[in-house]
């Protein structure tokens, strides 16, 4: 634990009156769950402070937090935290620039080294995580509330996918029981984030119908604008679906392929074991080395990304 700057990052807080906060666009639970969980406990343990989120839209995550309103004068004078966000062109609001002084907490390979001060631990199940860690090695100084736990541990369950995913280790398990004892009710978290729409439900059909599997476990599925409109969906409705290919005996790695209106392609790629992030970093993207996002300017580049993938679990199978 000591060779992270937990007591740097609290100790800088300290010293600013406004805090804003922002995270990556299109969030996903850890996104959401690391910055609120973050804003609420600095809320929690610094009262006469400014604390607030920033960022765009979030989608059907509401129920975990929303985002607080945020004017340009807020920024002079202020501390700004971006959390669970690999490089700058992912943060949501590009304000972030106009704080006094930039923190980064992430988990993400750190191949975009931005911020004054970094707070990176890339063998950390999520971001959330790492924001449990600091309130754990600074409990003099902050004070863990229930809604600060709620938001954490949901973080932690979405990126671990409910402790499914490698990720997940002994020092996992331990945070996610340490926030436990903070009051919230857990089944009631795992409920709201394990429940999908209706039309979600209908979507989870069409990719279980029209998912292409190769000999060596690579899996496909393009949704185009036309299927999205079909279904009455957006692309951020469509993360809750990521895993669905994996559920499926015999599938290695896959990826899930979503048109853009622009007409560029969001590449969502997973693995249950070979390294994929270098595929991800080839096409515009990057992640974890099984779980990575990229982006295809066309068919013929997802062509080339499970041309990538293939020879990765031909590999993999063949070891």
């Known amino acids: 634990m000591t060779l992270f700057p937990y007591k740097e990052v609290v100790e800088t807080i300290k010293k600013y009156d406004t805090i804003i906060v922002?995270?990556?666009?299109?969030?996903?639970p850890d996104a959401l769950g690391s910055q609120g969980g973050l804003v609420e406990l600095l809320k929690g343990s610094f009262p006469e402070k400014k604390i607030i989120k920033a960022g765009g839209p979030v989608g059907d995550l509401g129920f975990?937090?929303?985002?607080?309103?945020?004017?340009?004068?807020?920024?002079?004078?202020?501390?700004?935290?971006?959390?669970?966000?690999?490089n700058t062109?992912?943060?949501?609001?590009?304000?972030?620039?106009?704080?006094?002084?930039l923190i980064k907490i992430d988990h993400h390979p750190n191949d975009d080294s931005y911020g004054d001060l970094q707070l990176v631990n890339i063998q950390a199940s999520s971001c959330s995580e790492i924001i449990a860690d600091l309130?754990?090695?600074?409990?003099?100084?902050?004070?863990?509330?229930k809604e600060a736990a709620r938001l954490l541990y949901a973080g932690i369950v979405g990126d671990t996918g409910r402790?499914?995913?490698?990720?997940?280790?002994?020092?996992?398990?331990?945070?996610?029981?340490?926030?436990?004892?903070?009051?919230?009710?857990?089944?009631?978290?795992?409920?709201q984030m394990n429940s999908i729409s209706p039309k979600v439900a209908k979507l989870t059909g069409y990719i279980l119908q029209n998912l292409i599997i190769s000999e060596v476990g690579v899996a496909k599925v393009l949704l185009t604008q036309e299927i999205l409109k079909q279904f009455d969906l957006t692309d951020t409705e469509t993360a809750s679906i990521v895993s669905i290919p994996g559920t499926i005996e015999g599938v290695l790695t896959w990826g899930i392929?979503?048109?853009?209106?622009?007409?560029?392609?969001?590449?969502?790629?997973?693995?249950?074991?070979?390294?994929?992030?270098?595929?991800?970093?080839?096409?515009?993207?990057?992640?974890?080395?099984?779980?990575?996002?990229?982006n295809a300017k066309n068919t013929e580049e997802i062509d080339q990304i499970i041309k990538e993938l293939t020879e990765l679990a031909g590999k993999w199978v063949n070891k």
């Open 163 to 191: 402790f499914l995913y490698p990720s997940t280790t002994p020092h996992t398990l331990k945070i996610a029981a340490k926030l436990m004892e903070s009051g919230f009710v857990p089944s009631e978290v795992n409920n």
């Open 89 to 101: 062109p992912r943060i949501s609001d590009k304000r972030y620039q106009l704080g006094l002084k």
């Open 257 to 294: 392929f979503v048109e853009q209106p622009e007409g560029h392609f969001r590449c969502r790629l997973r693995s249950k074991g070979p390294v994929i992030n270098e595929v991800a970093k080839r096409h515009d993207g990057g992640g974890h080395p099984l779980a990575s996002g990229a």
């Open 22 to 28: 922002h995270r990556h666009m299109n969030p996903d």
């Open 64 to 86: 975990l937090t929303t985002m607080d309103e945020v004017k340009d004068e807020d920024y002079k004078e202020a501390l700004v935290i971006v959390t669970d966000t690999a």
């Open 135 to 145: 309130y754990l090695e600074n409990q003099e100084d902050l004070i863990l509330s």
